[in-house]
């Protein structure tokens, strides 16, 4: 398929109201999750965006149907009879390793591909193996795979994790609702998504109590007793954030609808602070923006800490307020490639380790960049409207990795936007 980039011209303002799509990163676990259901699983308000595509096709392989009518995916993991995922398909997506969790639950293995190396830091998965280790699964490497087995069955522990991590969490609460008495997690991930999962397992029968917080326990059922759920995934709040940044950076006001407030409130504090207005509702938040942009501090950290798949977006804020902000990235390392593709555009950056220093430019200019991941891509484009000329972004492929119709849901809002094949957008040049 040829190439695609997306042209915007730029000196725009971003006004209006946005509806968010379903969470990439709950949708993609709650797939997952239905390999514990053994029948067919209704989750609704899936968005339409190909990590979804590579997820379906790994429960596919696993010999699942998926069925899509719109945002709603029916996954029958009744026939399910193999437990093994291709490398082809964890390299094209690291978050195909959540089968890992509910295959060991349902099936006591598991063989999934090892993932590679990420553009975002090592990105290891040693607490997934020593959390699930203590569940009594034992693992070995076979030829790039990842066995796990479970000679002694699976039975409930008590797992502390060393870091918060969102995918370790999940894995091991999919093992945990099917395995033999009772699990706690300390230190767990509290993110929103986290929940979400949690809500299905307990529509599946499976008892969970205390997802959110940094302590969840896990009485675990027999799978006999797990079935299939009808779920709809929560709205995606690095999505609402992304759109909300849109309207802090040229002006607003824009309104995102379908997301809680509560899972953003750091980054709403953070916008407040730069001089912008943030209003909320029960399920929408809108933010404008009169005054100039004010720099500010921020530091990525688990939630309910600022979300690092934020600090592209706000990068961009801050290299466009007036005076001096720090980033510090705590979560991923190498998550500062963005800032590269951002100096091509004028911003001026210093990035000392994990830390970024960034001026305030007040306004940026239009230049051929690429995405470095989805989060930088998404924040390219928004950095495109608000520069002055036209911006070409390059790599689009990793923004339709997580964002539903980005280029429409902007033009909704006002931008002038479109995609266009790059050989076609450099004839017309
Ligand atoms: C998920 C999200 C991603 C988000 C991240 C943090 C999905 C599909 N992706 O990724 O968008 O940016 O949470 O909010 O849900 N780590 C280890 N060993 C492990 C596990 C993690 O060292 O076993 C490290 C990672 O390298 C990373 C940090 O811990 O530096 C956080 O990772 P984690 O919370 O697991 O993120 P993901 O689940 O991969």
């Known amino acids: 398929m040829a190439e695609e980039i997306i042209i915007v011209e730029g000196n725009n303002t971003l006004a209006g109201e946005v509806a968010v799509s379903g969470a990439k990163n709950s949708a993609l676990k709650l797939i997952a999750a239905a390999l514990l259901g053994q029948g067919p699983s209704v989750i609704r308000n899936v968005p339409l965006i190909s990590d979804i595509e590579i997820m379906s096709e790994v429960l596919r392989r696993l010999g699942a149907t998926v069925e899509r009518d719109g945002h709603v995916l029916t996954v029958d993991t009744a026939e399910v009879d193999n437990s093994e995922t291709p490398y082809e398909l964890v390299s094209k997506m690291r978050a195909s390793i959540s089968v890992l969790g509910p295959l060991i639950g349902r099936f006591g293995r598991a063989r999934v591909a090892m993932p590679g190396g990420c553009q975002i830091g090592a990105r290891k998965i040693d607490m997934h193996l020593v959390g699930l280790e203590a569940l009594g699964v034992e693992f070995s490497i076979d030829h790039g795979f990842l066995e796990a087995r479970t000679p002694h069955g699976l039975a409930g522990a008590h797992v502390v994790l060393d870091f918060p991590s969102v995918g370790a969490t999940e894995n091991l609460l999919m093992a945990a609702v099917a395995a033999e008495g009772r699990t706690v997690l300390e230190n767990a991930a509290c993110e929103p998504e986290i929940v979400d999962l949690a809500n299905m397992l307990v529509a599946m029968g499976a008892r969970v109590s205390g997802a959110g917080t940094s302590l969840v326990e896990v009485e675990g059922v027999p799978l006999s007793e797990l079935r299939p759920c009808d779920h709809t995934t929560v709205g995606d709040r690095i999505e609402a954030g992304t759109f909300l940044v849109g309207g802090a950076l040229t002006g607003g006001p824009v309104t995102v609808r379908g997301i809680d407030p ?32 004010a720099p500010t501090d921020i530091q990525t950290l688990p939630h309910p800490g600022f979300p690092t798949d934020l600090q592209a977006q706000f990068m961009l804020l801050a290299a466009c307020a007036e005076g001096v902000s720090v980033i510090t990235e705590n979560v991923f390392e190498n998550r500062f490639m963005f800032a590269s593709e951002l100096m091509r555009m004028g911003a001026d950056i210093t990035i000392e380790d994990h830390h970024a220093l960034v001026r305030g430019v007040g306004m940026l200019q239009g230049a051929d960049v690429s995405s470095t991941d989805l989060r930088a891509g998404a924040a390219l484009v928004l950095a495109g409207i608000a520069a002055e000329g036209q911006t070409r972004v390059h790599e689009i492929g990793h923004i339709d990795r997580g964002y539903e119709d980005y280029a429409g849901k902007l033009a909704s809002l006002g931008a002038n936007v479109r995609r266009a094949s790059a050989e076609d957008a450099s004839a017309a040049r």
């Open 262 to 293: 509560s899972f953003l409130r750091v980054a709403l504090m953070k916008l407040s602070a730069m001089g912008c207005e943030v209003q909320t509702g029960p399920d929408w938040i809108t933010v404008g923006r009169e005054r100039p942009l």
